[in-house]
């Protein structure tokens, strides 16, 4: 039975913890929560195993996927930082990984950058809308 997980990345932890009820509410899935973008990527590394395109057996990935709600502006690495990095990932991980991008931002460049990037499904305003998110995810077949 495939099982998804939904991986949330903020810096705020009012976001963190208010997103992740809406998110277990709605889905019934299981919301895994990130201080930060080192956190998140220490904690991927660790789940996924990725070593030759092969993913570790019995990882989020393997099992049915991640989706990925990942804020923007975060100290230290932010979200672009992020996606940097996942960008080096084999294509077999990002394959299962849905990532949505999460802003509260206004600025253009930053919107304009996040829309454009190849690896995110679609920016989504703070505060998280749950009916959007669920559009998301059907229209991107999770």
């Given at each position: 039975m495939k099982t998804l997980e939904f991986w949330l990345v903020d810096d705020n932890e009012i976001?963190?913890?208010?997103?992740?009820?809406?998110?277990?509410?709605?889905?019934g899935a299981s919301v895994r929560m990130f201080k930060d973008g080192p956190a998140f990527l220490e904690?991927?590394?660790?789940?996924?195993?990725v070593e030759e395109d092969d993913l570790r057996e019995g990882s989020a990935l393997e099992l049915g996927g991640v989706v990925v709600l990942l804020d923007i502006k975060m100290p230290g690495v932010d979200g672009?930082?992020?996606?940097?990095?996942?960008?080096?990932?084999?294509?077999?991980?990002?394959?299962?990984?849905?990532v949505?991008?999460?802003s509260a931002t206004l600025d253009?460049?930053?919107l304009r950058r996040a829309e454009g990037h190849p690896i995110v499904e679609a920016l989504l305003p703070k505060p998280l809308?749950?009916?959007?998110?669920?559009?998301?995810?059907?229209?991107?077949g999770r």
């Open positions: 976001d963190r913890v208010v997103n992740g009820r809406l998110i277990e509410a709605a889905f904690a991927l590394s660790l789940d996924s195993g672009f930082g992020v996606l940097e990095r996942l960008e080096m990932y084999p294509t077999s991980a990002l394959s299962r990984m849905t949505f991008m999460l253009p460049d930053e809308d749950i009916h959007q998110l669920r559009g998301w995810m059907e229209q991107v």
